[in-house]
């Protein structure tokens, strides 16, 4: 398995992203994502900057919908660690038990049609194509 | 390929779904998803009824995000028809250029980290249990 | 694109799968995965021999519900070219249109359950793990 | 982790889905699957109705085929619980373990046939266009 | 379709991640991978940098094997574009159709032993969790 | 769970299989997939076979990067089996954690990429076609 780099262990250039994430994110934890992938400085540079990017850059999508979007990524592949975390975030952003049924339930719904559309070969319609 | 079922032809049990679907999105087109899967009134029925639950009932989530959700697993899937109807009917709704470029960021970036998380074999933190 | 290689420009060891993919399926016809696997021999050579075992060797499960399978998985994956053969081999072999929307809607359920079981954090039931 | 909703403390309207599958599937046992996506009563009457139907409502696949066809999409998506909840559902309606490994042998070729078909870049023939 | 941004019409910002590609890959062609995302600049810039990154930085993998890796994900997810334009970049890098033979083997018995360890969910031996 | 066949009480067609694991990978050593797959022969057989082959047979491309692109598609797939052994198996062939984290950096890269492609509905360039 793994091993999770702490902060006391870390080199200047891992510490420097762990403080940009608990300034970013208003706390001070540091998840076993970042301390797993802190193994390789410039994965964890790169992945940092683009999920503060794509999630808290000024834009017109809300912090509690970029959190949905990122759950229906995960939820789709089924990666167990990343349900887990962003559903623990969209929670702590505000979302309610009935908004995540609602977001389940889109979810389940896509990948219903997304297969329908396979196995049935269907044709992309001349006005969807513009 | 499929044979897609026009209303001129279709069986009364397919016609109704068919009006449901202009009623229930206030114009007349038919799309050739919903003609293809029409050789199977069970599943028309049953796939309509899905989809307008999820993307129209009353609910907590906005019809654009649902939308923006829906292309989330869609693009994830890499599903030609759906992505090509679904971000059709989300600019229809309202999507500009921008929230696209933001939406496929954050598609793009989770679909990363959930390869990030598979593959250092990260633990699921406590705090994210609950 | 990929050259595809035809029988009169066949090496014997290519010409030798290519007989036994005629004499196993009893017709002529070569098409267009075999014809483009055949540029390396050795996964032509072991592709073969493991759709052949697994589609006709002796077993309990007979000839049609076998391409129902290799259809479920080719639509799940969204393989264009699998599920336009398989689909064809499927119909060659009695599937009707009627057991095709059947087999669509579990495949389509199927894809619905996995995401809800994926998104709810289900844990196993016990008396599944036996 | 979700809360498992145990009929004792459920609602009236899923209190009547849990008698629907309990009747539909002749014991008593209502498996975690339900009692998860019970939180969202839209999705588990939904959900219910789609698995209901596809699995149990006359047609031309019998019963072990429809799981054996369920099992082919959860062993390709990976999805765990629902490997574990079909496969004994499987057992429970015929499924011995010879046919297990032929079912396992043909989801296996099929997923290895599904990429040679991708990298190879393979056009559909024409005569699997019909 | 998304309006594919030349260099004549593109931004200062657009046109600085055109002439780093150009320079990076010594020749003055832009894909059209390029001039779709352009349509969203910190995607572009973004993207850029991590392509740059994993592929030229300095590192124990050669360019040629990088590619490779590059193809072993792009075939499992069916990603169309990604196949055709990596598959290009290998060769111009050196990889013989012998090599590619050799790569899609193993990325077609991954794809096969991923859903048999899946399917007869096998637990993970001790000395692999290290 | 699936029972674990031991050299002890297989049959001579799995002891075979076995001795040959042995002799090839130089160790004594039985994982569990094999011993999983070992219920059903013909598929321990033919699935140790293309194992075999693929990264083992004389070729282009030498074994520590067949392991890599064997990480690449599990990693993609999420196979946590496959990701564990094969982690295990490409670090006793010499991969370092650093050769390890640019691996990672190009499987997560691939992925996003793979991701924007579908979603922009990108044309693949004539130049790729060739």
Redesign the interface.
Same mark, same amino acid.
């Given at each position: 398995?793994?091993k999770l780099i702490e902060y006391e262990e870390a080199s200047d250039e891992v510490r420097s992203v762990y403080d940009d994430i608990r300034t970013t994110r208003q706390n001070d934890?540091i998840?076993?994502?970042w301390k797993? +992938?802190a193994?390789?400085p410039? !994965?964890l540079q790169? &992945?940092w *900057?683009?999920?503060k990017?794509?999630?808290t850059?000024p834009?017109?999508?809300d912090p509690l919908?970029?959190e949905? +979007?990122? +759950?229906?990524?995960?939820?789709?592949?089924?990666?167990?660690?990343? +349900?887990?975390?962003h559903? !623990?975030a969209a929670r702590a952003k505000g979302m309610? /038990? !009935?908004?995540?049924?609602?977001?389940?339930?889109?979810?389940?719904?896509?990948? &219903? &049609?997304?297969?329908?559309?396979?196995?049935? *070969?269907?044709?992309? /319609?001349e006005?969807?194509? &513009?």
């Open positions: 398995m793994t934890y998840n076993n994502f797993a +992938i193994n390789h410039p !994965t790169r &992945t *900057q683009a999920v990017e794509v999630m850059s834009g017109e999508l919908m970029r949905l +979007i990122y +759950i229906a990524v995960s939820v789709t592949n089924g990666c167990e660690y990343c +349900i887990a975390s559903t !623990t309610s /038990d !009935t908004m995540f049924g609602e977001l389940m339930g889109i979810i389940a719904t896509a990948n &219903t &049609t997304n297969r329908l559309a396979n196995g049935y *070969q269907i044709p992309v /319609d006005r969807f194509k &513009t």
